[in-house]
């Protein structure tokens, strides 16, 4: 007898956005007519850039000649890469990293799912909630839970909880955390954590030989100098961190996958016995296991996001989002909703105010105005009552969508 991962078991319903999908499909299926506007799944419009394309044309012609063929790349990726990521991301910012610190890979969803693998089950992990779907998700099919809870908690877990009560600033957990999930620009408020908020994280990672699974994915949005792009702008951070990154939101890599996660050598962690072992070296062998790396050709073009022309056209296209992201901030101020984000990151978080809850306001919003969000409870229970739009969209689809909303009651 097969018997099942019952752990799967455990999950609520269908992840996040495969249910916005199909929610939106059926309402499509019903209303032909509808023209839908899609603002709700983060994902990119904007084609990639020149220079990453001619990049990328110029790796699939070298793959066409026997000379230039590549076979099996690197398992941690090709060091002309990871150079470029080196001396770009963080050397600019003071931060000395080696380049086999620096593992390519195939998106930030995937790592931030995987890295669990190299962790004991016995781990007590602490997310912030609301939070991206993959860090709970992950964490409950890798039984490491109990039960969901009547409040949509697992048992444990570790939530804590972000709101404007608390500036979407957790407070550090009253219980001890083994392995602590942080992401800023945060997804899905689009808020940002000054360096001595993270200062206090790295203090207590210290004090408790915990690990900071922090997650930054949207760091090229940033647009005030006083906001950090990297965890190790805080001293001591690689001896207590993971960090994740990705050319999927920043350079519109989202069809074409590539990111990186940086794993420092000072990092440890401890066996049952104490006994402290490398955590470069765990994710080291679970990556040569079991990721045959990504393309060369994808490689080559991600490598071409840091040529000066290359960054020029990159910052444009943050740019055009984040306009996006000014419209809505704009429109739904003064349509009287509590509004935050947008301003580092690309997502626009609001709180409806109307007593509707999440769910049921993205209902309204799809059959009264043909729009779609994300509803805030699907990123966790404390997102109840909020509602995430993205600025991943056509400027005049944004505008459209802004002025459709206002037409309805909320």
């Known amino acids: 007898m097969a018997q099942i991962n019952e752990n799967y078991l455990k999950l609520q319903a269908g992840y996040l956005f495969p249910e916005i999908g199909r929610r939106v499909r059926e309402y499509q299926a019903s209303h032909p007519d509808a023209k839908i506007i899609r603002m709700g799944i983060g994902d990119v419009v904007l084609p990639l850039a020149p220079s990453v394309i001619n990049a990328f044309h110029e790796g699939v012609d070298e793959m066409a000649r026997q000379t230039t063929f590549k076979g099996y790349g690197p398992e941690q990726g090709y060091d002309f890469l990871r150079e470029a990521i080196k001396n770009n991301d963080?050397?600019?910012?003071?931060?000395?990293?080696?380049?086999?610190?620096i593992f390519i890979s195939d998106g930030s969803k995937c790592d931030t799912g995987n890295i669990l693998e190299i962790f004991g089950a016995?781990?007590?992990?602490?997310?912030?909630?609301p939070a991206y779907p993959v860090y709970v998700d992950t964490t409950v099919m890798g039984g490491r839970t109990g039960k969901v809870q009547q409040n949509g908690f697992y048992e444990g877990i570790v939530y804590m909880p972000c709101t404007a009560e608390?500036?979407?600033?957790?407070?550090l957990p009253s219980q001890k955390a083994d392995l602590i999930f942080l992401c800023y620009p945060n997804n899905p408020t689009g808020t940002t954590a000054t360096k001595e908020e993270l200062a206090k994280w790295v203090s207590y990672a210290k004090a408790n030989k915990s690990i900071i699974l922090f997650d930054a994915?949207?760091?090229?949005f940033i647009s005030e100098?006083?906001?950090?792009?990297?965890?190790?702008?805080i001293e001591g951070a690689k001896e207590v961190a993971i960090e994740f990154r990705s050319f999927s939101k920043t350079a519109g890599f989202t069809g074409t996958r590539c990111a990186f996660t940086v794993?420092?050598?000072?990092?440890?962690?401890?066996t049952e016995s104490g006994e402290a072992y490398s955590i470069h070296k765990l994710w080291y062998r679970r990556q040569s296991t079991k990721f045959n790396q990504v393309s060369y050709p994808v490689q080559k073009a991600a490598a071409a996001i840091y040529t000066p022309e290359g960054k020029k056209e990159v910052k444009a296209t943050i740019a055009y989002y984040m306009e996006n992201a000014r419209i809505m901030r704009e429109s739904f101020t003064q349509l009287g909703f509590k509004v935050f984000g947008g301003i580092n990151a690309p997502y626009v978080w609001i709180h409806s105010g109307s007593g509707l809850t999440s769910?049921?306001?993205f209902d309204k919003l799809l059959s009264e105005a043909h729009v779609v969000g994300t509803p805030g409870s699907g990123f966790g229970p404390s997102g109840e009552g909020?509602?995430?739009?993205?600025?991943?969209?056509d400027r005049e689809k944004v505008v459209e969508a802004m002025e459709r909303i206002k037409k309805i009651r909320l």
């Open 263 to 270: 794993v420092p050598k000072e990092l440890m962690g401890y």
């Open 90 to 101: 963080y050397k600019e910012r003071g931060v000395d990293l080696s380049i086999d610190e």
């Open 386 to 393: 909020y509602f995430r739009f993205s600025s991943f969209a």
């Open 166 to 171: 608390n500036h979407f600033s957790p407070s």
């Open 359 to 361: 769910w049921e306001l």
């Open 217 to 220: 994915a949207y760091e090229a």
């Open 122 to 129: 016995k781990n007590t992990i602490a997310v912030q909630d």
């Open 225 to 233: 100098d006083h906001v950090p792009h990297s965890i190790y702008e």
